[in-house]
């Protein structure tokens, strides 16, 4: 067991935890932080995306003893009821949830993407968040919703 202090959120957590857990098992079981989806868990379909240190990781592939002092963000952290990013606004006006399951990896990245480059072009938006899976297959509002934000709100559906 190894206890380290890890930042989830803008929220400082002292955890106790045995090295084979994933970033993912803290973040669902210990902290209760459902948004990071158990997907495939091998790292292919981007369900359970986080931002770690300020870039999107795949949550099931990071081992959490090693986040000593790391600082996380989850889909909880985007915002809430009353105060939505605006991502997440975006979403709801392009009707980019479908099922949901993919919504808080597809989130995180929209949000990595748009820290990193604030104005992406369409066929960058759509590259990046290559790595996360929609089942429903309905990317192109995703994409609408990506861009709506990075246009300043501009975009209708």
Same mark, same amino acid.
């Given at each position: ?8 959120? !803008? ?23 459902? @948004? ?9 379909? @981007? ?6 240190? @300020? ?23 985007? !915002? ?29 990245? !929209? ?26 297959? @309905? ?19």
């Amino acid at each position: 067991m190894k206890t380290i202090t890890l930042k989830v959120n !803008g929220r400082e957590e002292k955890l106790t935890l045995a090295p084979h857990r994933t970033l993912l098992d803290v973040l669902r079981e210990d902290l209760g932080l459902t @948004g990071a989806k158990r997907g495939c868990e091998a790292g292919e379909c @981007g369900a359970c995306t986080v931002i770690l240190n @300020g870039k999107p990781v795949n949550s099931c592939l990071v081992l959490a003893v090693e986040l000593n002092g790391a600082e996380v963000l989850t889909v909880e952290g985007l !915002g809430g009821p009353g105060a939505l990013d605006p991502l997440q606004q975006a979403f709801i006006d392009h009707f980019a949830l479908q099922c949901g399951y993919c919504t808080p990896g597809m989130l995180l990245m !929209g949000k990595a993407l748009l820290a990193q480059n604030p104005r992406p072009s369409e066929d960058e938006v759509k590259e990046y968040i290559s790595g996360n899976l929609c089942r429903c297959t @309905g990317y192109e509002n995703i994409v609408k919703a990506i861009m709506a934000v990075a246009a300043g709100g501009e975009q209708d559906g």
